[in-house]
């Protein structure tokens, strides 16, 4: 168990929508980062938020936004979806992001599928 | 810019044989090279890193990865494969990013491991 939380597991909706991913990262860790999983992308880093502030930014559609809150929890908000979105999006949590030895704990994903 | 790839999509393996997976780098300076596995319906574990020193890095569930300067590579192996060893497995290296001074690792397109009974 890598300690990082994601919620929900699954989430089916339909073009045009707006969806939440929620993730609580792994006790001590104060960095997210956000990536999306696809069959033809690869693993694409989207975002990084380290204590509350955005500090990196990756392939991020406008569509898409996140934030990290004060509890350190972050949220990922992917709006006017469409079919190319469908993918597994990873949360994952590090000390610092400063550190270039050090290792990401994943999430398990959420999967999602726009229809 | 700081890059890996994975020249093979999918390796075959038999249960009980030497199992080698491949990443080579591009890296500017003295690179710090990870390996991650990936289950199926899971999220990627941390199996094992270089930073410096033993060009032979030992890791989690029996790995180990060999550095090779000359030839800018940094393997997966394990000397005998198990059925359960299958999954993705993804080489990755942290790059530099220009704001804020975050080091964001940068994964390879995964390398299929599937070890046949």
């Known amino acids: 168990d890598s300690g990082v939380t994601q919620t929900p597991k699954h989430l089916i909706t339909a073009t045009g929508q707006r969806v939440t991913l929620r993730c609580s990262p792994r006790?001590?860790?104060?960095?997210v980062y956000w990536y999306q999983q696809s069959l033809d992308q690869g693993l694409q880093f989207l975002i990084q938020?380290?204590?509350?502030?955005?500090?990196a930014k990756g392939n991020i559609l406008e569509r898409f936004s996140a934030q990290q809150f004060p509890d350190l929890h972050s949220e990922l908000n992917l709006s006017s979806l469409e079919l190319g979105d469908s993918a597994l999006y990873f949360c994952?949590?590090?000390?610092?992001?400063?550190?270039?030895?050090?290792?990401?704990?994943f999430g398990n994903g959420t999967r999602l599928t726009v229809t | 810019a700081q890059s890996v790839a994975q020249p093979e999509d999918q390796v075959n393996v038999a249960e009980g044989n030497p199992l080698t997976v491949k990443c080579t780098y591009s890296?500017?300076?003295?690179?710090?090279l990870f390996w991650y596995v990936q289950y199926p319906n899971r999220g990627l574990q941390f199996l094992l890193k270089y930073i410096t020193g033993d060009n032979l890095v030992k890791g989690s569930y029996g790995f180990e990865a060999e550095f090779n300067k000359s030839q800018t590579s940094f393997h997966l192996k394990k000397p005998s494969a198990l059925v359960s060893d299958s999954a993705l497995y993804f080489c990755a290296v942290p790059r530099s990013h220009a704001s804020g001074g975050s080091y964001i690792p940068t994964f390879g397109r995964g390398t299929s491991l599937i070890v046949h009974p």
């Open positions: 890296v500017s300076g003295n690179p710090y």
């Open positions: 994952a949590s590090s000390v610092a992001p400063d550190r270039n030895n050090s290792p990401l704990h």
């Open positions: 938020y380290y204590n509350g502030e955005e500090r």
């Open positions: 006790s001590g860790d104060l960095s």
